[in-house]
């Protein structure tokens, strides 16, 4: 019994930590942001989100009908339930993924021999469209959506490249 004591607390000792670090990896201002993103989606301001608060965001947002299937697999991905500390944990996860922008830039600077920062959009679209995981043309269009592209269709690959790893700045 006693090393089933000592077990659980370790165990807890670990969960304090790994949570502890995930508000490491963001700035003050992402946190208040998911914060933000938090309060909205728990719906019934308990703080934790339910199927129901799922069912009620997706609402607002004009999809009336969500497979309980796909909320079941949303809540799942928490292994638990879901505060703000487990929210967050959840998407340093999936951000995590993302490359760092030095490597992100590399790969555009293959693209730009004469290293003015731009590539072309309709060239850089049709690479995307037709290399390696080829993207579908709405893909391509929600890319294009978020990367800065000036008159002559030349996309800011290095202010794209910074959307992609820190998110979209604008203001609304």
Do not use: W
Not at 32 to 42: G, L, R, T, V
Not at 70 to 80: A, S, T, V
């Amino acid at each position: 019994m006693a090393s089933r004591k000592a077990g659980s607390k370790a165990a807890a000792k670990r969960a304090q930590r790994g949570s502890s670090n995930v508000f490491s990896m963001f700035e003050q201002s992402q946190i208040q942001e998911f914060k933000e993103a938090f309060s909205c989606i728990d719906q019934n301001r308990d703080g934790i989100i339910s199927k129901s608060d799922l069912k009620e965001t997706y609402g607002q947002l004009g999809k009336m009908s969500v497979k309980e299937e796909e909320l079941d697999e949303m809540l799942k991905e928490g292994k638990g339930p879901i505060n703000f500390t487990v929210f967050l944990t959840l998407f340093g996860e999936k951000l995590n993924g993302t490359d760092p922008e030095e490597s992100i830039l590399a790969a555009f600077k293959l693209f730009d021999p004469n290293g003015t920062g731009y590539v072309n959009k309709e060239e850089f679209k049709q690479l995307l469209m037709t290399q390696a995981d080829k993207f579908t043309a709405e893909e391509v269009e929600q890319m294009f959506a978020l990367a800065p592209i000036d008159v002559a269709g030349n996309i800011d690959y290095k202010s794209l490249c910074y959307v992609i790893t820190h998110g979209d700045e604008k203001e609304d």
